[in-house]
């Protein structure tokens, strides 16, 4: 018999216990063994929990116990459950995370310091769909050219109801909050950084590359508003905040920005809480892997999927996906400049002669010219709403154009920028 | 280093060649080793291939050669490669395939004949898409309740046709054929047969049941024709080429035939060649992997990635995903008669008085109700073409109320019936 020990025994944690009780005769079968959990640590004993495993307040009853072979880290945070995991491979304990937090600032760290001992991460991006072992074992023959992730599921609800039920931003915020989609402090979904992590793990089993938060662009969906949807249906997009890697040529371009991008897209039907992720490989062309990204049963399923396949064989593959270190192509990370992309502007002005003509001679200035156009009548106070889509041009000349309109003292508010993902 | 041979150096054998020889580099830091071919065996020497490898004629220049550690075995056929398969593991040797009508009769003998000796067969479902590899590992938490799954190119290819461009069956084919989607003799593709294959071994990973192409239903597009066409597009639905299994309570229904699914299903927004499978688990949900279901860069990529794998460490899930017998549910494959559907209809009939009373009324006997009732009006000599689809009815009852209606001398041609999917 396995012995599992979970540390942090909320939601994931109690359904990881109650699925391996429940389905244990199907997953003995599986994995050749028992797999049991025996001991649960939680920070409140006092919270009455729906799980029949003993219960204890103190990590190192998990960490410490010689019986115990596998841990399950599902603690949320990063230094805290960090320093848990190291303990728990000193200890010669397989460990199993669902925390992309700590794996976006201590997955390469974890895997040196790990070594032989299996670390599982399934959990960790996408809940419940196997895109981890997607990408680690089934595409593993592939130059991985793209991926393009909905891999944070609030902001997938809020962006889908914009779009079918013309809710605004705001309304659709509190209905997630109401819902428990979203957290009282929403920033972490919305402003894009929750499927930041996520694209980091993705990333470094994909290209190697290491890369933190702090190196990547990362916006998020709160300037989107009904002006920018009705351009969306109007010319046949989705507004989508994605997570993006692309390879050109050595550089690695790493981004999570919401956009437009055309409904026919596999990626763009993908619409609710519900998670997606299409990856383009060299010679497989592109596969897309769509599923539940979050909710206790799905992110359980994964999380024991990790330790069945820790049962049968100890870890495979390597924990990031390499056996030894790639360098022959000199991989890096691109600029934040360096995008070349299509892009939506939306902007107020003032609804007088020759506005127009201003911002038309700046993007030109830029080198940046028009694909779509679309001005709404002006509502009230004089103030038009100027809706336009370029061609493709450089990150650089948009943001310094997007500067540059700023300043005209006939703008009257700031420029919302939106790329288009071609 | 690790040697491969191929045996069957086609389109998909030549891809792994070049393949392996284009992506050495990444593909050696992903392994921890690097894998050459060193040999290939053709049928016919003299025909020119884009390989840069040995070639012989004899398929024991590979089986026993000492050196070599991986068979790729690419024959097709059935009882052909299933002998040369016995022969590698024989030899200890590994063995990858991506014959998928090999698995559907000889898997289990061949799980039990290798015992530790890994069999990858990644590339024998669904092409590029790491099915095999989910259902195995990423699932493997779950009691899987449904698979539905669009896995021959050449049949979904022909339906989209069929339906977005309003072209007949005959025609389609005919084009498909052209292309080089559709063979000579397209039975084995648009008949289900292929789709079943696939199927079969998909059941295995999920349920652990042994079933043959003859125990199960089978049914193709071939009698799908532009009257059907119009009322799924009235009615919000596509029609798919659908493999199924469904698990209601111990009964395993296996089945392959056409069927109307709402176009809101993200199975039914999977068009053209491309293929895609639906995995419902009792704690996942659904998951859904879509991507290119068949050409030689694709398969290979499923090759190689098995190969990967293999040079890793070994198989580490067992060949058909469990370690030991399951038969704690004693899971039996359902009958053909005991599927419950709904269904839809349609019946060329003299455009005369009575006539839909008459439909009406045997339907009615056989406790079939009827949802949606379209008929069009009569094109010439006086035939009518009448649709319906019914609520959720037996399958006994359906098949015996169209043959009570075919004996009908109002009834121009036989009944076609299309299942639709709920």
Do not use: W
């Amino acid at each position: 018999m396995i012995k599992v020990g979970i540390i942090g025994v909320g939601t994931v944690g109690a359904s990881v216990a109650n699925i391996l009780e429940e389905n244990c005769d199907l997953i003995t079968a599986r994995a050749g063994k028992e797999i049991k959990v025996v001991k649960g640590v939680v920070s409140n004993l006092s919270k009455k929990r729906d799980v029949n495993i003993p219960l204890s307040s103190d990590v190192n009853d998990v960490l410490d116990d010689p019986e115990i072979d596998i841990v399950v880290e599902l603690m949320g945070g990063v230094e805290k459950p960090y320093s848990v995991v190291k303990t728990a491979l000193a200890n010669k304990k397989a460990v199993v995370t669902a925390n992309k937090a700590l794996l976006a600032y201590h997955r390469y760290d974890l895997q040196e310091i790990a070594g032989d001992i299996p670390i599982g991460y399934e959990a960790s991006v996408a809940g419940g769909i196997p895109i981890i072992n997607a990408l680690k074992v089934g595409l593993s023959a592939n130059q991985i050219t793209d991926i393009k992730g909905i891999m944070n599921g609030t902001c997938n609800y809020m962006l889908t109801k914009m779009m079918n039920e013309g809710v605004d931003y705001a309304e659709i915020l509190q209905e997630a909050q109401d819902l428990g989609y979203a957290e009282a402090d929403p920033t972490f979904d919305v402003g894009g950084f929750d499927a930041a992590h996520k694209l980091l793990i993705l990333a470094s089993i994909a290209y190697g590359i290491d890369a933190k938060p702090e190196d990547i662009l990362i916006e998020g969906i709160e300037n989107i508003n009904q002006d920018d949807i009705s351009f969306a249906k109007e010319f046949g997009y989705a507004i989508k905040l994605l997570a993006i890697a692309k390879k050109i040529d050595t550089d690695i371009s790493l981004r999570v920005h919401p956009v437009l991008i055309k409904t026919e897209k596999m990626i763009a039907k993908i619409d609710g809480v519900m998670n997606g992720v299409s990856v383009i490989g060299d010679k497989v062309g592109e596969t897309l892997y769509y599923g539940p990204g979050a909710g206790g049963d799905a992110t359980a399923s994964a999380v024991i999927s990790d330790i069945i396949e820790i049962v049968r064989a100890g870890q495979s593959s390597p924990m990031l996906g390499f056996k030894k270190p790639f360098n022959s192509e000199n991989l890096k990370l691109a600029s934040k400049e360096s995008i070349n992309s299509e892009y939506y502007l939306r902007m107020q002005v003032d609804d007088k002669p020759g506005v127009l003509a201003k911002i038309a001679m700046i993007l030109g200035d830029y080198d940046i010219s028009i694909d779509t156009f679309l001005q709404r009548p002006a509502a009230q106070n004089s103030v038009a709403t100027l809706l336009c889509a370029t061609h493709n041009c450089l990150e650089k000349n948009i943001q310094n154009a997007i500067k540059t309109i700023e300043d005209l003292d006939i703008i009257k508010t700031n420029v919302t920028m939106i790329r288009i993902e071609g």
